[in-house]
C-alpha cells in the first residue's frame, strides 16, 4: 500500500510568487495536516483537515491556505512568497482527528525555495 | 509561550552503547509526549507516547521518561545501531495540536 506522496518534490519560486503543493493521504485516512520545517528545526503545525473541513491552525499568516478534497487529497497554497517561506513542507495523513500519531503517517515533504 | 526543546543538538555515541536525548518542555497541560525519528530526506517517524499521567514507558529498546516535575522528558535507546542514526524530536500534545522541539542529532560511530 503506497504511503502519503506529495507533489512536486523540489520548487523553486520567487518572492511575490504564489505556490500549491499536493498530497495524496494513505488509502483510508480522512485527516491531513500540513507542517512547515525550515532547517534546523521542527516541525510547526499550519492546518489540519478532517472530512474536508478545516479543524485545526497554526500561527501562520493569512497567505496560507488549504483544502481537502472529496477523496482526501489535500492542497497548500501560499500566497506572496516571502524569502522566509523557504522550507520542507510535510503533509501527514492519520485516521481521524483524535491522538493523531498513533495513525499518522509523515510524507516525504516538498522542499520550497524562495530567491 | 509554549516551547518544547531539546538540551542538545548533536550527541555522538558508539555503536553498542545507549543513547540518552533529553527535552524540557513549558506547558504543563500537554497530555501527551511524544518522540520522532527522522532519518535524511524523510519525514517524522513515530516512536513512542506517554501519557502525562505516566512516568515511564517502554517498548522496543526505547523507554521514555517524564519528570513532570522538572518538566523534562527523555528517550533512552538501548545498544545503539547504525541505523539509530537520525534526528530525534519530543513533541507535545495540547488543545489538537503537536507541537515539536528543535531536535538532537544522533551520530553513532562504528
Known amino acids: 500500500d503506497a504511503g502519503v506522496t506529495q507533489s512536486p518534490t523540489h520548487l523553486i519560486k520567487t518572492r511575490g510568487q504564489h505556490v500549491t503543493l499536493r498530497c495524496s493521504p494513505i488509502?483510508?485516512?480522512?485527516?491531513v495536516s500540513w507542517y512547515q520545517q525550515v532547517l534546523g528545526q521542527g516541525p510547526q503545525f499550519i492546518f489540519q483537515y478532517y472530512e474536508k473541513e478545516e479543524r485545526g491552525r497554526g500561527n501562520f499568516p493569512d497567505r496560507f491556505s488549504a483544502r481537502q478534497f472529496p477523496n482526501y487529497s489535500s492542497e497548500l497554497n501560499v500566497n506572496a512568497l516571502l524569502l522566509g517561506d523557504s522550507a520542507l513542507y510535510l503533509c501527514?495523513?492519520?485516521?481521524?482527528?483524535?491522538?493523531?500519531?498513533?495513525?499518522?503517517?509523515f510524507g516525504p515533504g516538498t522542499r520550497l525555495l524562495v530567491l | 509561550g509554549e516551547s518544547v526543546g531539546l538540551h542538545l543538538p548533536t550527541l555522538s555515541v558508539q555503536e553498542g552503547d545507549n543513547s540518552i536525548i533529553n527535552c524540557a518542555y513549558s506547558n504543563s497541560a500537554s497530555d501527551y509526549f511524544i518522540w520522532y525519528k527522522q532519518e535524511s530526506g524523510k519525514g517524522p517517524q513515530f516512536i513512542i507516547d506517554i501519557r502525562s499521567n505516566m512516568d515511564k514507558r517502554q517498548g522496543q529498546r526505547v523507554t521514555v521518561l517524564l519528570n513532570k516535575t522538572v518538566k523534562h522528558l527523555s528517550l533512552q535507546i538501548a545498544a545503539t545501531q547504525p541505523g539509530d542514526s537520525a534526528v530525534y524530536f519530543c513533541a507535545d500534545f495540547n488543545t489538537g495540536k503537536l507541537i515539536f522541539g528543535q531536535g538532537t542529532t544522533l551520530q553513532v560511530k562504528p
Open positions: 501527514a495523513s492519520s485516521l481521524d482527528i483524535d491522538r493523531v500519531w498513533e495513525t499518522q503517517y
Open positions: 488509502s483510508g485516512h480522512k485527516s
